[in-house]
């Protein structure tokens, strides 16, 4: 299983980034799909998730209202809509797969996710 993030970059505060995250090696679309930043000297937490059908999605509450999870199942590829950037969101971000497939709980909790990335820089500059 592979997970290959991309679209990082450095930015200014207000700007967008869109992320993706191209997947391999496992059946796209029976997997809730999660993404997790890191900043710097702090733990990695939770961003957003979508389920495998992606009817439903669930953001942290930094980043609710400003990002946007999303999906696309005929491509195994799956996305990052970020708006009004901040600094705060500079971080390394990572996106993951559930360990289970087919799971009826979207979970916010990195033990939950089993396949991850190698993550993407993201940098915002005030």
């Known amino acids: 299983v592979q997970l290959q993030a991309s679209g990082g970059g450095l930015v200014q505060t207000g700007d967008s980034l869109k992320l993706s995250c191209l997947t391999s090696?496992?059946?796209?679309?029976?997997?809730?799909m999660g993404w997790f930043r890191r900043a710097p000297g702090k733990e990695r937490e939770f961003v957003a998730a979508?389920?495998?059908?992606?009817?439903?999605?669930y953001y942290g509450d930094p980043v609710k209202g400003r990002f946007t999870i999303s999906r696309d199942n005929t491509r195994t590829t799956y996305y990052l809509q970020m708006n009004n950037l901040k600094p705060e969101d500079t971080a390394v971000y990572y996106c993951?797969?559930?360990?289970?497939?087919?799971?009826?709980?979207?979970?916010?909790?990195?033990?939950?996710?089993?396949?991850w990335g190698q993550g993407t820089q993201v940098t915002v500059s005030s």
């Open positions: 979508i389920s495998w059908r992606g009817g439903r999605t």
């Open positions: 090696g496992l059946t796209f679309g029976s997997y809730n």
């Open positions: 993951a797969a559930d360990k289970d497939n087919y799971s009826g709980d979207v979970s916010t909790y990195l033990s939950s996710y089993e396949y």
